[in-house]
């Protein structure tokens, strides 16, 4: 099994900067990719971000250019840096580990974007 924890979250101005982290930990040499989820208030969890295990990335049409997506000593800490955060970008941000058995998931933190 795999435990990820998301911490980072928070309150920010429109136009401000945060950056969320994702802890991984126990079976992380069994990870073939990581990603990050959103799930605005009343709406359904969308992919933002995700990253394999060769490093390539791919990102949501709407953070494109804003968000940036990275991880670090292998699988044990992935991170979303997000840019010029709009008020649309509030949610709760969820890490993703994808296994061969199956993926896991964070608990989530909560970004709030002010206008």
């Known amino acids: 099994q795999v435990q990820l924890v998301e911490s980072g979250g928070g309150l920010v101005q429109a136009g401000g900067s945060l950056r969320v982290s994702c802890a991984a930990s126990?079976?992380?040499?069994?990870?073939?990719?990581m990603g990050w989820y959103r799930q605005p208030p009343g709406k359904q969890r969308e992919l933002v971000a995700i990253i394999t295990g060769g490093g390539t990335t791919n990102y949501a049409d709407s953070v494109k250019g804003r968000f940036t997506i990275s991880r670090e000593h292998a699988w044990n800490w992935v991170y979303l840096q997000m840019n010029s955060l709009k008020p649309e970008d509030t949610a709760v941000y969820y890490c993703?580990?994808?296994?061969?058995?199956?993926?896991?998931w964070g608990q989530g933190t909560q970004v709030t974007v002010s206008s």
């Open positions: 126990g079976r992380i040499r069994g990870i073939n990719a």
């Open positions: 993703n580990a994808v296994l061969y058995e199956g993926m896991y």
